[in-house]
Structures are given as C-alpha cells and as structure tokens.
C-alpha cells in the first residue's frame, strides 16, 4: 500500500513541530510501556488483567503465529471482532510486522464484508469464531525482524456506503498516533488513567480510545458490546477514570435510570461523539457526573479527532459547541457554511479510488468534511450535514434543531428528519421516529403542537411522521438516513 504523499515543506514542518515523530509507531510505544512499567495493568476484561509485559510478550507470539500464515510488510488482515483482547493482540501483532489491519464493523454481513474484502485484497479475515489459542505460536517473534516506519500504513479503514463506491481510507502511523499521542495531553490522560469505550474498536473512534490509552500507558477498560446495564456495571466494578460514549450510548443510560442505580464516580472525564449530541443530555449528563468533565469531540474516519472540547472549559461549553481545532490541525468554514479541514491528521487520497478523492478536497487542497459547522469564539458546532439539507419550495433550513427537540419529546427515543418528494414545493420534511419503552405513538398533530411551543418556524415543522420499531444505526450509533424509506400512504 502506497505511502500517503504530502509536501516536502508539510514533512519538515510536522516534524519540527512535533505533530509527527519518527517513534510514533506502536510497536515503539509497547516497547516504551514494557520497558518502563512491566507490572502495570495494560489491559482489563472479564475480570483478568494483561500488563505490559505479559501484553507484549502475547503480542509476539501472534505476530510469529501471523508470519506463520504468510503475513509480512504490507499485507492487509481483516478483522471483523468485538471489544475483545483478540482485537488488541491482533492489531498490535500486524503492527509489529508492519502489516496493515482492515476493519470490518460488526453489524456487516453478506455483501458489505465481500465488498471490504475484494477491495481491500485482504490475505485473511478473523471473526470470533477463529480460535485464537491456535494463533499464538510456541515461541515469539525474532527481536531481529524488522521494526515498522512510522510513513507506512497500518489500518484500511471503510467509510459508510462500501458496496456502492467502496471509499477506504488508509491511514500511516504518523497521522493518527501523532493525532492521539497529542490528544492524550489535551484530554488530561496519564498513565494512571483507565480508558473505557462504548463503541466498537473497528471505528477509528474506538481505535482512538486505544491509541490515547497506549499514547500515556493508560490501561483500557474492554467492554465486549455495548448493553446499557453492562457499560453501568462495568463502570461501577472497574472504576473507569475516562469514558469513550456516543450521544445514544449515554441517553440509553439515562432512560434505563441507570445513573441513579449505579456508581458512575471514577469518571473524571467522559468524550460524547459519534453524532451531534442534543445540548439537553450533554446538561444533563454534567449535572449527573459532578465530578466528570463531560466533553464534546468531532472526528472522521479520514481524519480522527479534528475538534474537541478540553476538560478545563467553561461548564456548559461542551453542550454546544464541539470544540476547538486538536493540535496542528487547521479548520475553515466555507462560503456555503462547510467545515473544511487540513494539517497533520488528515489522511491523503482513498484507496483505489481516483473520483473520490477527486471530491474530496477543495482546489488548494482543505478536506470537505461535508459537515456544516458555525464558529463561536474559537470554538465550532456542527449544525448538520451538507447533504441534510431540506429544500422547500427554495427555502432551505437543516433540520438538527428540530431532530433534537425531537428527541427530547417524552414519547420519542430518537429521531431523524428526511425530504420527502412533493410535486409542488420539490420537497418536504418526513419525521421517522423510534418510541421509548412503553410509550404509545404521538401523532403528527401532537408532535407539530409540540413544536410549535419550541418556537420552531413553520416551514421547518415535519409533514408526516413515521414510526419504526429501530433506526439503521452506524457502529457509532449515527442514524443512516440513506436507509430510511418512506412507507406508501394508505
């Protein structure tokens, strides 16, 4: 896989100012953690701890169990596994050979992991039905194989719509630890701290709770899938200091009352991402974690952690705003209100994939994000996407404020707002929702009657509703609009 290319001028300057280093791999930062804290917890799950050591030395016999199979530099694994240690020992295994791992996200089957596996040319492809005993060999891997460079590649990462267009996004060493390493700091991180995330590893969200963690020496807290009771047990049984959650991850937990029946006070810091977080829950969520520094952070799997609230901000900041720039990183709103992007995090082209990369990036050369975004003193919020747009009868609005009232209705779980076709004014606003436990469905009066008490203007006011008994979710539990369908009228 091709190295990402960027200006001999962008080289120098990463470099000296630290955004990239050359050790920024993680067959270095394990080394560097079993060096200096060898009893250290490193992993906790299922009640057993891994430290650095013995993390290390597991690590090395994958590695030779993987060179066995024919795995050397370069070559594309494909792992389809939860929050488990398989997960670590594999992607620290493929990283010290300088292989690169491709993630497939759990929910994918049948057309979706053929498409991620033909495109990638993957040599192999784990699940949790491989037995893993079988993998790690008798005797690790020689200290005189060859250590990765920070340029090379590490993980294919898969962006939503892969059968259609496959859109994978390659990512070196040096981008996205260098992203991590910084971000650990800006967060607070330190070896002390003990990192759990909610969301699926195989998002680059979850992979950045680990590189964070691995940045510092952190210990990292698995949760094998996210269930609302066992994320609250798990806090309360391994007393997490830092918290990697979605907006729907927290708002379940909140439903299920499970703050109230749990013990939640480790947390000194809790990341929300994944979606637009309502500004009522991030509230509420201060206002239940006294202790916690409740944060916002926006990323992309073609560039990681872009903005983020710190710890240290003002209370209430992080209900809406999603932050300021992460170190290097270089942000503009264009004139159409879209959040561009460059500097040392983002990645360079897609895979195999000209037109898309094309696309992708404006003509002097800032990443589209597709995101529209507002800057407030320093800081940015994301409104919405670009392609959210609902145009009615050429008064176009984007319907996040709405969706989030709408999601603090006391009847509705979730909800998304999609155009619908009209013949006269081109396209109206579809509200589909999903209901909480026990609630009967409101009609579209009630939610309109609802609104209107919001002093939502008129034309933003949805002119049908749909109820679902689920959303299409993303592993970062994002609502897939592109999935939703509109039933036929009776």
Not at 54 to 82: N, S
Not at 462 to 469: D, G, K, T, Y
Request: net charge neutral; glycine share 8%; proline share 8%.
């Amino acid at each position: 896989m091709d190295r990402p290319r960027y200006s001999e001028h962008e080289e120098r300057e990463y470099l000296a100012r630290g955004y990239w280093r050359d050790d920024d791999t993680l067959w270095h930062w394990l080394q560097r953690r079993a060096a200096e804290r060898p009893q250290a917890p490193a992993v906790v799950a299922g009640g057993a701890t891994l430290t650095w050591n013995a993390l290390q030395a597991r690590v090395l016999r994958v590695a030779q169990g993987l060179k066995d199979k024919g795995i050397g530099a370069g070559d594309v694994v494909a792992v389809q596994l939860p929050n488990t240690p398989e997960f670590l020992l594999v992607h620290l295994a493929l990283a010290r050979l300088g292989a690169v791992m491709c993630t497939v996200h759990m929910p994918y089957r049948g057309a979706e992991i053929e498409a991620i596996l033909a495109h990638s040319g993957a040599k192999l492809f784990f699940t949790s039905a491989y037995p893993f005993s079988e993998l790690e060999a008798a005797a690790p891997l020689p200290a005189e194989h060859p250590a990765p460079d920070a340029r090379d590649a590490f993980l294919l990462l898969y962006t939503s719509g892969t059968t259609a267009s496959p859109k994978a996004v390659p990512h070196p060493y040096r981008t996205l630890l260098g992203n991590s390493r910084m971000g650990s700091r800006e967060h607070r991180l330190t070896e002390r701290s003990r990192i759990l995330c909610a969301a699926p590893l195989s998002h680059l969200y979850g992979l950045y709770s680990l590189h964070c963690a691995w940045a510092v020496g952190a210990c990292t807290v698995l949760l094998p899938a996210y269930k609302p009771d066992e994320l609250a047990q798990l806090v309360e049984r391994e007393r997490p200091t830092a918290l990697w959650a979605g907006p729907a991850h927290m708002a379940a937990c909140r439903n299920a009352g499970l703050f109230e029946r749990h013990d939640w006070s480790s947390l000194e810091l809790a990341i929300v991402s994944g979606s637009i977080p309502p500004a009522p829950l991030m509230r509420e969520l201060a206002a239940t974690l006294p202790g916690c520094a409740v944060t916002q952070l926006w990323g992309m799997t073609e560039l990681q952690a872009g903005l983020y609230t710190r710890p240290s901000d003002p209370p209430g900041l992080s209900a809406t705003n999603a932050g300021r720039p992460s170190p290097g990183t270089e942000v503009r709103i264009a004139a159409d209100g879209e959040l561009q992007v460059r500097g040392p995090l983002t990645f360079s082209g897609y895979c195999k994939n000209d037109e898309a990369t094309r696309a992708a990036f404006s003509p002097d050369g800032w990443f589209r994000t597709g995101d529209l975004a507002e800057e407030r003193g320093g800081n940015y919020a994301i409104t919405g996407r670009s392609k959210d747009i609902i145009n009615r009868g050429g008064v176009k609005f984007n319907p996040a404020d709405v969706e989030a009232l709408l999601d603090a209705h006391p009847q509705i779980q979730q909800a998304a707002i999609v155009p619908m076709p009209d013949p006269v004014l081109g396209e109206k606003a579809c509200a589909f929702v999903t209901l909480r436990p026990g609630c009967d469905a409101p009609s579209l009066d009630d939610v309109v009657r609802y609104l209107h008490a919001k002093e939502i203007a008129k034309n933003k006011l949805p002119e049908r509703l749909v109820v679902v008994a689920e959303m299409p979710l993303t592993p970062t539990r994002k609502i897939m609009k592109g999935r939703l369908r509109l039933p036929e009228e009776a």
